[in-house]
């Protein structure tokens, strides 16, 4: 899987060795674990999906730019797989999913391979978040048809947002905290289910 991220542009060398570390045959269902390692999304249950692994690996490269990250955010734990990748590259992670019952499954498998500075909250991605100000970046694993400009009250300067955003098409979306205002570079087309706010206990 590392090789095929190699080839697919991915060069930061810290991300290709978490990803390497996580096994991601460990959150998805025994009956699809034969895929876990193909590049392919993959359904968790409750009509979400574990991100296809070059999706993962890119995110977590714009958002590290080559340098250390001390606190990140990431909005839609799903399976818990990424939030496993970025404990690798980054001192303090904070997860957040909105509906519960992948929360709780995520818990447990992030707890069982000992990811010890990963936090995760049952929340959404809307308001409330003001506390873990400032970040240096921010993952959402969900699309937005528009900016969430308060997500970027949340990072200290130079901070990303790496976010999919878009209409009709979604594109990988990287926004750069300025000291005033801030900067939007598009990469690579995308897809995800949508950016939802409220809670779903279930």
């Known amino acids: 899987m590392v090789d095929r991220l190699r080839e697919n542009g991915v060069s930061d060398e810290v991300v290709l060795q978490a990803m390497n570390a996580i096994p991601r045959h460990f959150f998805v269902e025994e009956a699809l674990a034969s895929r876990a390692y193909d590049d392919v999304s993959l359904p968790i249950g409750s009509g979400q999906t574990i991100s296809r692994p070059l999706t993962v690996a890119r995110s977590c490269e714009l958002a590290r730019t080559r340098s250390s990250i001390r606190r990140i955010l990431e909005i839609g734990t799903g399976c818990g797989y990424q939030a496993a990748v970025l404990s690798l590259i980054a001192k303090e992670v904070y997860s957040i999913e909105r ?3 992948l929360l709780g499954r995520a818990r ?17 991605g809307s308001s409330g978040l003001e506390s873990l100000f400032p970040l240096d970046a921010i993952i959402v694993a969900a699309g937005a048809v528009e900016l969430p400009e308060h997500l970027i009250d949340l990072l200290a300067e130079d901070g990303r947002l790496i976010i999919p955003l878009g209409k009709d098409t979604q594109f990988l979306t990287e926004v750069k905290k300025l000291k005033v205002g801030y900067e939007l570079i598009q990469h690579e087309e995308v897809s995800f289910v949508p950016f939802l706010s409220g809670v779903v206990v279930k």
């Not at 000992?114 to 049952?122: F, R």
Request: hydrophobic fraction near 35%; aromatic fraction near 0%; include cysteine.
């Open 99 to 101: 509906i519960s019952s």
């Open 108 to 124: 447990v498998k992030l707890r069982k391979l000992k990811c010890h500075n990963v936090q995760v909250k049952h929340a959404d």
